[in-house]
């Protein structure tokens, strides 16, 4: 197991939100250190060939180690925690990772890299106003997706079946950055709404909750356990 | 283990490539049923909600499972084989996990999504000749990939380390597609091209050198093993 660890991350970063989230939930106790992988100055730039976060410097059997990427970071904290985050069914761990890649490729292109990017990016980079077109399109294909999650949690426990997976805990850093900016239309989607509600109140979630995004306060929601 | 098998791929995708090295690698026997993608009366739609192959249909402790996309079969591949396409070493699967990942995005969107559009996808969907600017983008952004990939090659045995992983097999998935329409610059490349070489001798590579796409006959040294 590891013995001492720093998560650079950035705060409204879906993978590095993905990263505290499954890092909080095998209770490895890492110290965040924020970067801003848009300053060509951040240290993130020498960490990472990709000069994203989130990344993972820890020690591991006395020797340095680090984690470079969600994929790297997920995967030390299954092998660490001996699978607490996939389940043992071989089609549960199918659906997890059909997820974790459902995430990675359609729902940031067609979601984050439009709302996100008027609601945070904009603001982030003084970019100006948010675009009204954009903002609809990326409501739209959210909508689409949520449609999709929302049939999972109306069949499921947890999103790829019986038990919590890095699935749950992908889906939940992407929705919660949306949720923050008031972008999560979780009444018109009851069984996800449940499915929130529940991985909100666990405890790796509670560092998530106290973020602040300059300039921008949260979504009233955004913070209620029971909302 | 899995008693009969069928992998749903499209011949020059880089993911179904991935795949398909994957099970070769770990000899499970699988047969193969070309999709056709683009095609929106291919049975790929009712297998996978992302309308992509590959998609593996197999029997797993005597019961139906399907694993849809690349991360779910390399993990199932994983999970058969005790772990035969994951360095035990930590660092060493971080790195095979991070390599991954980089072929997923950046060197998809990258290289792929304008060098395999412009040679691959418009011939395929007719939509007329390659464009002479994004074919010069898209061989400078392979140049850029490709330098980090000699740095790894010339320092590793494979590219996350001293034991072959998915990495290579993601890798050489994508550049073989690329090697198949010419436009992998091996020379300039000495390390990178020895992995290859590596690589390209085993049993798992020797169906794809079998390969044709319609209309184009592969470059002079694809399936040349003494390139």
Same mark, same amino acid.
């Not at 590095?16 to 250190?33: T, W």
């Not at 989130?54 to 340095?64: F, K, M, N, S, Y």
């Not at 995430?103 to 990016?121: G, N, S």
């Not at 009444?187 to 529940?198: R, S």
């Given at each position: 197991?590891?013995?001492?660890?720093?998560?650079?991350?950035?705060?409204?970063?879906?993978?590095?939100?993905? @990263?505290?989230?499954?890092?909080?939930?095998?209770?490895?106790?890492?110290?965040?250190?924020?970067?801003?992988?848009?300053?060509?100055?951040?240290?993130?730039?020498?960490?990472?060939?990709? !000069?994203? +976060? +989130?990344?993972?410097?820890?020690?591991?059997?006395?020797?340095?180690?680090?984690?470079? !990427?969600?994929?790297?970071?997920?995967?030390? @904290?299954?092998?660490?925690?001996?699978?607490?985050?996939?389940? !043992? #069914?071989? !089609?549960?761990?199918?659906?997890?990772?059909?997820?974790?890649?459902?995430?990675?490729?359609? /729902?940031?292109?067609?979601?984050?890299?439009?709302?996100?990017?008027?609601?945070?990016?904009?603001?982030?980079?003084?970019?100006?106003? +948010? #675009? @009204?077109?954009?903002?609809?399109?990326?409501?739209?294909?959210?909508?689409?997706?949520?449609?999709? /999650?929302?049939?999972? %949690?109306?069949?499921?426990?947890?999103?790829?079946?019986?038990?919590?997976?890095?699935?749950?805990?992908?889906?939940?850093?992407?929705?919660?950055?949306?949720?923050? /900016?008031?972008?999560?239309?979780?009444? %018109?989607?009851?069984?996800?709404?449940?499915?929130?509600?529940?991985?909100?109140?666990?405890?790796? /979630?509670?560092?998530?909750?106290?973020?602040?995004?300059?300039?921008?306060? +949260?979504?009233?929601?955004?913070?209620?356990?029971?909302?």
């Amino acid at each position: 197991m590891a013995e001492a660890a720093t998560l650079h991350h950035f705060a409204f970063d879906p993978a590095s939100r993905a @990263a505290r989230l499954a890092l909080g939930e095998i209770k490895l106790a890492v110290q965040e250190q924020a970067v801003r992988p848009w300053d060509p100055e951040s240290p993130i730039h020498a960490l990472n060939p990709s !000069g994203l +976060p +989130p990344v993972l410097e820890t020690r591991h059997q006395g020797r340095a180690l680090t984690l470079r !990427g969600l994929s790297a970071i997920l995967g030390f @904290a299954d092998d660490a925690s001996a699978g607490a985050l996939l389940p !043992g #069914d071989a !089609g549960e761990r199918a659906e997890a990772r059909r997820l974790v890649d459902w995430f990675a490729r359609p /729902f940031t292109d067609d979601v984050d890299a439009v709302l996100l990017h008027e609601r945070m990016e904009k603001p982030l980079l003084r970019m100006g106003p +948010p #675009d @009204a077109r954009n903002l609809r399109e990326g409501r739209e294909a959210l909508r689409r997706h949520l449609a999709l /999650f929302e049939a999972l %949690a109306g069949e499921r426990d947890w999103l790829a079946g019986r038990r919590l997976s890095q699935a749950d805990l992908v889906a939940a850093a992407h929705l919660s950055v949306l949720d923050y /900016f008031g972008e999560a239309p979780w009444p %018109a989607y009851p069984a996800l709404k449940g499915w929130y509600a529940k991985i909100k109140c666990r405890p790796c /979630f509670r560092g998530l909750l106290g973020d602040r995004f300059p300039g921008v306060a +949260p979504s009233a929601v955004y913070a209620d356990l029971d909302f």
